[in-house]
């Protein structure tokens, strides 16, 4: 299956400060999503995005497929930013491979 | 906005009994997911299911776990005799699938909490 990595496991940022968030993947993907998970276990959907550029709000998402990374950027961080960041993708079947999760908090 | 909606949202069971958990997809979905999550742990596939079949199923999900389409908006993942390691949250998901593929949005339910004791 797809390895995926992301980077960096742990992250702590002052409220209004600016991050980005790595996701590598090992073999080209059909499906690649980004999730927030809170601190109640819920896994919030972000973005969907195989390939590009999208925006929503303080969050953007790009996919560079042919060179197998994702990035995730989140500006002017908010206290409801924290949780566990995960990057999950999918090939030509229909399993997700989920990273290992990127581990924000934002600080007042 | 349209949900998956799972219940119970947490359980606590002995070593050994069964358990079902209840998952109800987006209405107009056609690929269904069981995924699970060991405390601290990554999120990890189980099985999908499309058709009223499985489609595919990581090494997990063996033979204690079964999963149903029992009528037209439940499916359900029973673990026939639980261990302790089988304490995580499950997440059931739905795709739309229209294209005839799964490879759409996966949208996630809040999870079922399950403690094995």
């Known amino acids: 299956g797809i390895q995926v990595e992301q980077s960096p496991p742990d992250l702590i940022l002052q409220e209004g400060a600016n991050s980005t968030l790595r996701c590598n993947f090992s073999?080209?993907?059909?499906?690649l999503q980004w999730f927030h998970q809170n601190p109640w276990g819920q896994l919030i959907n972000l973005f969907y995005?195989?390939?590009g550029t999208k925006q929503n709000g303080r969050l953007s998402a790009t996919t560079v497929a042919t060179e197998r990374y994702s990035l995730l950027y989140i500006s002017s961080s908010q206290t409801t930013d924290s949780g566990v960041y995960f990057c999950?993708?999918?090939?030509?079947?229909?399993?997700?491979?989920f990273g290992t999760g990127t581990s924000l908090t934002v600080i007042p | 906005e349209p949900e998956v909606t799972q219940t119970p949202s947490h359980q606590v069971t002995q070593m050994g009994q069964e358990v079902i958990l209840r998952c109800v997809p987006i209405?107009?979905?056609?690929?269904f997911y069981w995924y699970r999550q060991i405390l601290g742990q990554k999120v990890e596939f189980l099985v999908s299911?499309?058709?009223?079949?499985?489609?595919?199923k990581s090494e997990i999900f063996d033979d204690q776990f079964s999963v149903e389409r029992p009528d037209g908006s439940n499916f359900t993942l029973k673990i026939r005799s639980t261990k302790l390691e089988d304490s995580a949250m499950y997440f059931c998901?739905?795709?739309?699938?229209?294209?005839?593929?799964?490879?759409?949005?996966?949208?996630f339910g809040p999870g079922t909490r399950l403690l094995v004791l």
């Open positions: 299911f499309y058709n009223n079949e499985i489609s595919e």
């Open positions: 073999d080209s993907v059909n499906n």
């Open positions: 995005i195989p390939s």
């Open positions: 209405s107009n979905h056609l690929y």
């Open positions: 999950a993708a999918g090939d030509t079947g229909n399993q997700f491979y």
């Open positions: 998901a739905s795709s739309g699938g229209s294209s005839g593929r799964s490879t759409e949005t996966q949208y």
